[in-house]
């Protein structure tokens, strides 16, 4: 059948309302799909993801497809705020809402909680805001790399794995104190992959899950995000939810491999894999990406406190392979580091100037003096 662009036209209007000018679903811009049985405008990736659900219907493009008057006359009764205000009326404030960015895995499950389980229209206790859950995750071994079956339970604010079913197989403990969680599915080579981190003797400690269903990691993701955000209610009482949020769970502003040369600038550059918590105000190093700790790391503070960022080297330095190079001044040394190419030498720079620009909290004066007792190189 033929497009009746009159009749199109009148749904592109429809697209000018308030809220259908972005994806109902992960806020993306410019929506041009949208579904027949639940009045929302989406994005194409949503779009794609809409199509496995039986509540939404037909999924049709707006620009392309033939509308009738009647799925016309539905899509102008209903609308994105109109649906949102039904399907989103009672998300937990911990619940991770994905943005356009995020990973497929994320959105899929926010959609399927959304419309097919209808999680968030009724104000009930949710399934995520749990004090116990535990079951089967594949983890990645610190030594070998393999990635083995074990046990994950979490309870009374500790998250614990075993290579069996009883204490004696117990093989960490990881305090929601320090917690975060982030997906890394590239990183870890599974769309399901979670990075998960937390602070041992002053270092940070990585340890990288998966779980073959969607739905079963995404829950322990808002499982610790619940914890999380529990235990930052009770330590920061006075502190609003719209602060806290934030600080439940986090992800690198920027990762990817840099070289680095030692504190005299006399030793040989060497390729390192970098993380940059913008959060936590830290750039760590590592050998490679899925190593369980780190080598190092730089305390990156304001410039007001004697930090500073600038592109280049020094005169007579030279990387071993790259040559597009960062500057990294702190009060104790300077730091020096090459990049590929020009757009990661662009995208680092970026990253940590809005960072040294970014103020320093009492937390991060203390972390500030902390890391340097820590790490005197």
């Known amino acids: 059948m033929m497009v009746d662009r009159d009749r199109n036209k009148k749904l592109l209007d429809l697209l000018k309302l308030p809220g259908n000018s972005e994806c109902a679903d ?25 199509r ?12 392309l497809d033939y509308w009738d008057d009647d799925s016309i006359q539905f899509m102008k009764n209903h609308g994105n705020q109109q649906a949102n205000a039904v399907y989103e009326a009672y998300i937990p404030p911990f619940y991770y809402k994905p943005r356009a960015k995020d990973y497929t895995v994320l959105k899929e499950q926010w959609i399927r909680a959304k ?16 004090a116990h859950k535990e079951g089967m995750l594949w983890k990645r071994g610190r ?6 079956r074990r046990k994950f339970v979490f309870s009374e604010g500790l998250l614990k794995y075993y290579t069996r079913d009883d204490i004696r197989g117990l093989r960490g403990t990881i305090p929601i104190t320090t917690l975060n969680a982030m ?19 002053g270092q940070t400690r990585s340890i990288f899950v998966y779980h073959e269903k969607s739905e079963e990691i995404v829950a322990w993701f808002n499982v610790l995000r619940a914890a999380r955000f529990n235990y930052l209610r ?34 040989a550059f060497k390729k390192r894999w970098f993380n940059l918590d913008s959060q936590e105000r830290k750039l760590l190093y590592y050998k490679n990406p899925l190593d369980a700790f780190e080598q190092g790391g730089v305390f990156i503070g304001n410039k007001e406190n004697g930090y500073h960022v600038s592109e280049g080297l020094p005169k007579g330095i030279k990387g071993n392979k790259w040559e597009a ?27 940590l100037r809005v960072l040294i620009s970014k103020p320093m909290s009492r937390e991060d004066l203390i972390e500030a003096a902390s890391f340097r007792k820590r790490r005197p190189r």
Not at 31 to 43: E, M, Q
Not at 115 to 130: A, H, I, L, P, Q
Not at 143 to 148: A, C, E, K, M, S
Request: aromatic share 10%.
């Open 115 to 130: 419309y097919e389980r209808k999680e968030f229209t009724s104000n009930r206790r949710s399934v995520y805001d749990t």
């Open 52 to 63: 496995n659900l039986q509540s939404s219907g037909r999924v049709k493009s707006v620009r």
């Open 183 to 201: 997906f890394q599915g590239e990183k870890i080579g599974h769309q399901n992959g979670l990075e998960i981190t937390f602070v041992k003797d």
């Open 234 to 267: 009770v330590t920061f009482p006075d502190t609003p939810d719209s602060e806290l949020i934030p600080k439940i769970t986090r992800n690198y502003s920027k990762s990817g491999y840099m070289e680095k040369t030692g504190p005299t600038h006399k030793e």
């Open 325 to 351: 190079g960062i500057i990294i001044k702190t009060p104790e040394r300077e730091f020096l580091f090459t990049c590929e190419n020009a757009k990661d030498h662009k995208e680092w720079l970026e990253a």
């Open 143 to 148: 030594d070998n790399g393999q990635f083995l």
């Open 26 to 50: 992960c806020g993306d811009s410019d929506p041009d799909w949208a579904s027949c049985s639940l009045g929302v405008f989406i994005c194409v990736q949503c779009s794609g993801i809409h």
